[in-house]
């Protein structure tokens, strides 16, 4: 070591102070460090973005299609867009468990000294995150068509349906980043999956029809924000979208979005201040 | 932004979490240019302070100032000269030392050219290059705490706060560390070291404190603090183990029992001598009960007897710091 010490000296004696980033190059940081921690995690990825959208699909549409529908293919063309919608709402939870993961290994103390845009480290990640979500529906959709499902809105209406699940994704992950900076402990977050979202994902219409339903429920499962997603999405794959579907859809994202991104980015400004 | 000499200067600093107070009104100068301590156990409120000083929490009462600044009015100017390494800002263990300096240049503002270049020359000085590519996970403790280090030198702090450097580090990489810490302060870095090992303090500390329980209950230069414990030590090592207990009984003869201390080792025992003359008689004492030793040495009290001597229980006691 001792070698090294002119070189050290020369290295430290380096003394440039660089300006402090742009909102938009510490945004492209996290996506570039989000990136490569994917890529060293594609393994794991896969069952999530391969594996699970296959196994459900399959599952529900061979166990329940010929019940609630009469035949599995009905039900396919029922199911799908809703799918995909269920698919999504399970990975919303990963970005709580990142951002708690770095708050646990310190980095986010080392983030915190450092002079750029504190959101970034958020943002830059949920867009990371987008990328997959987009790979499990991609997978969700082509593994349907293969079993038979035939959006009648043609291309257009799927990618339009797409493009709204991604939105209900990026939406729905601002509740877990909330989540992911408040939580004591990383298993908090992972439990809230069942407290929270299967719960509200079974008592939405992404797997049955609520006209069978007793009145009362009726109004909880409409309103439920995984029913307006799958609604939308829905009405979107088949054409049958009415513009009030839409507006709904896409209020109660709004919502989410303006109620839990500016408290988690409060929330995570305050965390090392107690 | 006023000038003076001190690196830190706090008074009447205050944390509490909850009911539990962590600090209870610290006061403490570092100069510029030095290294200095902060001593104490575990749960003694070393992370808080620094935690305070780096600007990530705010104190209840009292002020703090990096270089004339306030920790908390001018937060921003004292992030940008403040360098933090360890347990108060750590690695990205899920990625590659390379990518690890050049995300954290990244986001201090080189550009992505500027960033590599940089994580290059670091990594080179800091005998990293062959490790660049390997996930900070997978790193050995030497290599890990210089990749802590060199993160905290993309660009150069004015003040490093070093957490425990050499702690848990083999002899060869300890020596590597120290090299770097004192290449630093050559440079005109001031660090803050704090640590609950003494010898670490020992031997890079130029002043220290120590603190227990929220306050600072000793301050000095090493040699000070040795020197209010005692004039000195004798260290006694016996040729025959089974002698230990009979070794004792003749220094507590000699001596106030209370200055005797039995050691790990199971043939080493040491006790606290107010005046060297009286080194000589126990010397005397202990051959004439037929006591062989292998060694008998005078020297100053280890750290490690001054923090005893201070606290009433030795520096190894651990309690748990559930604060964060």
């Not at chain 2, 230990?244 to 003869?253: D, G, I, P, S």
Request: aromatic share 8%; charged share 20%.
């Amino acid at each position: 070591m001792s070698t090294n010490q002119p070189k050290l000296l020369r290295v430290l004696t380096v003394s440039s102070h660089p300006n402090r980033p742009n909102a938009l190059s510490a945004v492209l940081t996290f996506t570039w460090r989000s990136l490569k921690k994917t890529v060293s995690q594609l393994p794991y990825m896969a069952i999530d973005v391969l594996i699970f959208p296959v196994i459900f699909l399959l599952i529900f549409t061979f166990m329940f299609g010929g019940a609630i529908s009469g035949s599995t293919g009905n039900y396919l063309q029922f199911l799908l867009p809703g799918m995909l919608v269920y698919t999504v709402t399970t990975m919303t939870v990963y970005i709580g468990i990142s951002i708690k993961t770095d708050i646990d290994r310190g980095v986010f103390n080392r983030f915190r000294t450092l002079p750029f845009w504190q959101p970034a480290a958020i943002i830059g990640t949920m867009l990371v995150n987008l990328l997959s979500y987009a790979a499990a529906l991609a997978t969700t959709i082509a593994f349907g068509l293969l079993l038979g499902f035939r959006p009648e809105a043609g291309l257009t209406g799927a990618l339009l349906a797409l493009l709204l699940v991604i939105m209900y994704a990026f939406s729905v992950s601002w509740i877990f980043a909330c989540i992911g900076v408040v939580a004591k402990k990383t298993e908090s977050i992972t439990s809230m999956t069942y407290i929270v979202l299967y719960p509200l994902m079974f008592t939405s219409n992404v797997f049955t029809d609520t006209s069978t339903m007793p009145d009362w429920l009726g109004p909880i499962i409409a309103y439920n924000p995984i029913s307006l997603a799958s609604t939308a999405a829905r009405g979107l794959m088949h054409g049958t979208a009415t513009a009030q579907d839409l507006i709904t859809a896409l209020a109660g994202m709004a919502l989410f979005i303006l109620v839990f991104a500016p408290l988690t980015f409060r929330l995570y400004r305050q965390k090392a201040k107690q | 932004m006023t000038k003076n000499n001190f690196a830190v200067e706090t008074r009447g600093l205050r944390k509490s979490f909850g009911s539990v107070e962590v600090l209870k009104g610290i006061d403490l100068q570092v100069e510029r240019g030095t290294v200095y301590a902060i001593l104490g156990p575990n749960g003694a409120g070393k992370t808080t302070l620094v935690n305070i000083l780096s600007t990530l929490i705010r104190p209840d009462s009292g002020t703090a100032q990096v270089f004339g600044l306030d920790v908390v009015h001018d937060a921003d100017k004292v992030r940008g000269m403040v360098g933090l390494t360890g347990q108060f800002a750590a690695v990205d263990e899920e990625l590659s030392g390379r990518d690890n300096l050049v995300l954290f240049g990244r986001l201090t503002g080189y550009g992505r050219k500027a960033a590599y270049a940089r994580a290059d020359e670091l990594l080179d000085a800091f005998d990293l290059t062959d490790a660049a590519y390997r996930h900070a996970g997978k790193y050995s403790g030497g290599m890990r705490r210089r990749l802590d280090i060199a993160a905290a030198m993309l660009v150069m702090p004015d003040l490093l706060f070093l957490d425990e450097p050499t702690t848990g580090l083999d002899p060869r990489s300890r020596n590597g560390v120290w090299d770097i810490v004192r290449t630093l302060v050559d440079r005109g870095t001031t660090v803050l070291l704090t640590t609950q090992y003494l010898e670490e303090a020992d031997q890079l500390a130029d002043r220290l404190a120590v603190i227990d329980g929220g306050t600072v209950i000793a301050e000095g230069t090493a040699a000070e603090l040795k020197a209010s414990v005692g004039s000195g030590t004798v260290h006694i090592r016996l040729t025959k183990p089974e002698q230990r207990a009979l070794a004792e009984q003749v220094l507590q003869r000699e001596l106030d029992a209370a200055a005797v201390r039995l050691h790990a080792e199971p043939a080493s025992l040491s006790a606290q001598v107010s005046d060297p003359e009286l080194a000589a008689r126990l010397l005397t004492e202990l051959s004439r009960e037929g006591i062989e030793t292998v060694q008998f040495s005078l020297g100053q009290p280890s750290l490690d007897e001054v923090f005893l001597a201070l606290t009433g229980r030795p520096a190894e006691e651990e309690k748990e710091e559930n604060v964060s």
